[in-house]
C-alpha cells in the first residue's frame, strides 16, 4: 500500500467510485509533470488492476507503449501515460479518448442537444480536425517506429519548475501552483462554446468507455485533472 500521506496521492488527484460491476480508481493528471508521473505509477503498481484506461486516442496508444519499453523509470517520452502503461503488470490498456466513430457520435449528440449555432458547430469541427490530425500523426509515428527501430518524438514534453528528483513536497507544491494557475486564467476568460461542446463531449465519452470496461473487473482510469470531477459525476449518477 502507498504511502497515504504522500502530498502527490491527496484525495484531490486520486478517487474510487463503485460500479456494480467492479471499482474504478481515477487519476487526475496535469499533463508531464513529475509529480503526477509519480501518482499514476504509484497508483497502478498499488491496485494492479484488470484494466488501465488512459486518457488517449486508441490509435494513439501503441506510440506511449512504445515509449513505456524504455529502460529509464519513468520513460522519457510520453508522459505520465507512458509512465501508468510502464507501471501496468496486466496487459489490458485501452485508450477511452476520441476520436473514434463513438466519439464523433456523442460529439454529434452534444451539438443536437445544446442547439448549437452553425459557428460553434465549424468550431468544434474544426477541433476535431485538429485533433485527428496529431492522433495521426501518433499513429503513424509508432508504426515507423516498429518498422525501422527509430523512435520519435511527437510531442515535445513540458519542463517544469520541478522534476523528477525533488522531494514529494516540492513537486506536489509546482503542480498545484500549476493548477492554480490554470483555474485563475480560466475564470478571468470567457470560455469558448465549442470548448464547453468538446469537453462535454470527452467526458460523457470517457464515462462510457470506463463504465463498459468496468465489466472486465477493476479499473485504473487516467485522466486530466480538470476532467475528474466531471467524469466522476457521470459515473456515480
Not at 5 to 31: K, N, Y
Not at 81 to 108: C, E
Amino acid at each position: 500500500m502507498y504511502d497515504a500521506d504522500d502530498p502527490r496521492l491527496a484525495d484531490e488527484h486520486v478517487r474510487t467510485v463503485s460500479t456494480a460491476d467492479g471499482a474504478v480508481t481515477l487519476v487526475g493528471v496535469v499533463h508531464d509533470h513529475p509529480a503526477s508521473k509519480y501518482r499514476v505509477r504509484t497508483v497502478v503498481a498499488d491496485r494492479e488492476p484488470a484494466v488501465l484506461a488512459l486518457e488517449l486516442p486508441p490509435l494513439a496508444l501503441p506510440l506511449f507503449e512504445q515509449y513505456a519499453r524504455d529502460e529509464r523509470t519513468p520513460p522519457v517520452f510520453g508522459g505520465e501515460m507512458s509512465a501508468a502503461i510502464q507501471a501496468m503488470s496486466g496487459d489490458k490498456i485501452v485508450g477511452i479518448d476520441g476520436p473514434t466513430v463513438g466519439f464523433v457520435r456523442q460529439l454529434a449528440e452534444t451539438l443536437y442537444r445544446e442547439n448549437a449555432s452553425l459557428d460553434t458547430t465549424q468550431n468544434v469541427a474544426s477541433g476535431l480536425f485538429s485533433v485527428t490530425k496529431q492522433t495521426i500523426r501518433c499513429f503513424t509515428a509508432a508504426h515507423l517506429a516498429a518498422a525501422t527501430g527509430l523512435q520519435l518524438e511527437v510531442d515535445t514534453p513540458i519542463v517544469y519548475e520541478t522534476d523528477w528528483h525533488d522531494d514529494p513536497e516540492t513537486q506536489a507544491a509546482d503542480e498545484r501552483r500549476h493548477l492554480n494557475r490554470a483555474s485563475t486564467i480560466l475564470g478571468a476568460l470567457e470560455t469558448p462554446r465549442a470548448m464547453c461542446i468538446r469537453d462535454q463531449s470527452r467526458e460523457a465519452y470517457m464515462a462510457g468507455q470506463i463504465e463498459q470496461l468496468c465489466a472486465e473487473g477493476d479499473v485504473v482510469a487516467v485522466v486530466g485533472q480538470d476532467h475528474l470531477d466531471a467524469i466522476i459525476d457521470l459515473l456515480t449518477e
